[in-house]
């Protein structure tokens, strides 16, 4: 175990895409960390904003995106070419050997359309495998890779997917050859014992401080699902995950929230 | 020299992006060619169609879009997001492990903004070099590298190219290592003795005949920038070129245009 190399998984989300100072400082920040790393971007506002100009209306089921197909047709443009190819340009400045990716480009993430027995949620994919071997190789000869929120069903059709379930699936994948830490960055420092109070971070979490947390309610309903994902991760073989702001990834002892099993 | 590897480079125009049956024929044809091969796309319509829908207007000079900055955030959503991962996707179907990059990507194609004397050209770049080595290793590995024309400067400019021009230089960086043959896919059956006859197709070109040809003024202005590259890049090592219909590439007769010295 102590042989493995170490790979960073880092996902951010909407809020640092949707300011570009906050963004410019992650990917400053991102491009500092040494070793094997891969980026999972989200989408921010930009799709919504895009959509409403050419006069789409998004719809929104359980707090995800109903994507039809001109609804896809922009979250591909917005997603696969205006934010991951910015991200990636911006990398490079950065002497980071960033590469962008679709789960379509090298089969490197093969979904297949959800199948839900009352709801269509459209172009929606969920992940089925991971080509890890590409990765692996990729990683090997120093590249980044970035990915969007883009998966592809091996049979032509492109699929809008849950950006924190590519990042947990892409650490469980590399579990087995890597030791893996899954990042995910958004707008607040951590887990709050206390949702409206940003002081109130949750340093440290495990199955048993959860089950107590959940038991008492002092979880907010959006986190449940996240942790839900972290804790299945975690049993799958990641070896640990850092929830909270971008900065966690400054240094070991920025405030954040640490889950392990 | 009979050692060399035979690398076939393709680049496709806007007549075949802009029909979904044209694309489907050639990205079949495309999968169908045996041994190492790279695909470069221009971008069609949809940029312009999107840039109109959005209330941005379109502005050329010598043939060439002017890209302001909103203009460049079009070009790099529509080629290197929609039109680049939905070719992909379909490649992937067929079994071909494409990849698709902007220039970005992997710094694989860098350029520079072009600086003009009179003419404020925008975000456009001139293409300065080739990460060979890196798509040199991609190419190994069985990956089929799909380009769309973005490119950026290093310090974090993406910027628009001509994909003719990324076409000819991918040919000539890798004619030291290939065998290259360069093939511009367009709506034409070739270069036409007659440009409102489209069975008065050139079978052969080489240097005297082009002289000839401009000189009794038999070549059609808008073709003259396209040979020049063309010779230009035979003379830095590309071994052939051909121009045509994209049905050249289903078989070593079909009518085209073949430029060799």
Chains 1, 2 share one sequence.
Do not use: W
Not at 197 to 202: A, G, N
Not at 248 to 258: H, K, P, W
């Amino acid at each position: 175990m102590k042989n493995k190399k170490s790979l960073q998984v880092i996902k951010i989300g909407g809020n640092i895409i949707d300011n570009p100072k906050e963004l410019k400082q992650f990917l400053t920040d991102f491009s500092a960390i040494e070793g094997l790393k891969i980026l999972i971007h989200g989408g921010g506002k930009s799709a919504t904003k895009m959509a409403k100009s050419i006069g789409l209306l998004p719809q929104m089921i359980d707090g995800r995106r109903v994507t039809d197909a001109r609804m896809l047709d922009v979250v591909v443009m917005i997603y696969a070419g205006q934010i991951n190819k910015n991200i990636i340009a911006q990398l490079q400045a950065h002497n980071t050997n960033a590469m962008g990716f679709s789960g379509a480009d090298g089969n490197l993430i093969k979904s297949s359309k959800r199948d839900h027995p009352t709801i269509d949620y459209g172009f929606v994919g969920d992940v089925k495998s991971i080509n890890t071997p590409l990765l692996e190789t990729l990683l090997s000869i120093g590249i980044v890779p970035v990915f969007c929120a883009i998966t592809h069903d091996k049979d032509g059709q492109l699929l809008n997917t849950n950006a924190d379930t590519i990042a947990s699936e892409l650490a469980i994948a590399f579990s087995d050859v890597f030791e893996v830490t899954l990042n995910y960055c958004f707008e607040k420092p951590g887990v709050l014992f206390d949702s409206e109070d940003d002081c109130s971070v949750i340093l440290n979490m495990n199955a048993e401080l959860y089950s107590k947390l959940k038991e008492e309610k002092a979880i907010h309903s959006g986190m449940i699902p996240k942790l839900d994902n972290c804790f299945n991760s975690l049993s799958k073989g990641v070896k640990k995950i850092k929830i909270g702001h971008h900065n966690l990834l400054q240094n070991e002892n920025s405030v954040c929230t640490t889950i392990q099993l």
